[in-house]
C-alpha cells in the first residue's frame, strides 16, 4: 500500500531526533555520511516524503495509538551516497491522519 504523501513530518523530529547527537540511538553519523545536517533539514524532509511515494508500505504492528507501516526503501543522499533505511509511518486511530515515526538504518541483506 502507499501512503498518502501529505504524510505529516514533524520538523522537531528532524532537528531534534534524527539529525542530534545521541548518546543512544543516533541516527545522525549515518545520515551525515550522506551529507544532511541540520543546514538541509528540508532536503532530508522531502527525501523522507519521497519514500511514500517511491516504495510500498507494509504494515508490521498496530498500537492503542494506531497502525505501523514500514518502508524499506534507499535516500539518495545530498552528496550522493545512498542509504538503506526503514522509514516507520502511523496512521493515528484519534485523527485518522498518517505521520512519521522514525527511521532506521537497514543493514539487513536484501535478495
Known sequence: MKIPN?????????TEY????REEDDKSKFL???????????ELEKDL???????????????????K????GELQGINGISLKVITIWMNETSTEKWKFITLIPDR????
Open 49 to 67: 516524503r519521497s519514500q511514500t511515494e517511491k516504495f510500498e508500505a507494509e504494515p508490521f504492528d498496530k498500537t492503542e495509538y494506531g497502525d
Open 6 to 14: 501529505s504524510v505529516y513530518i514533524a520538523r522537531e523530529k528532524i
Open 32 to 42: 551525515v555520511s550522506a551529507g544532511y545536517s541540520l543546514d538541509t533539514v528540508d
Open 69 to 72: 507501516y514500514q518502508i524499506r
Open 18 to 21: 534524527l539529525l542530534k547527537q
Open 108 to 111: 539487513k541483506e536484501r535478495t
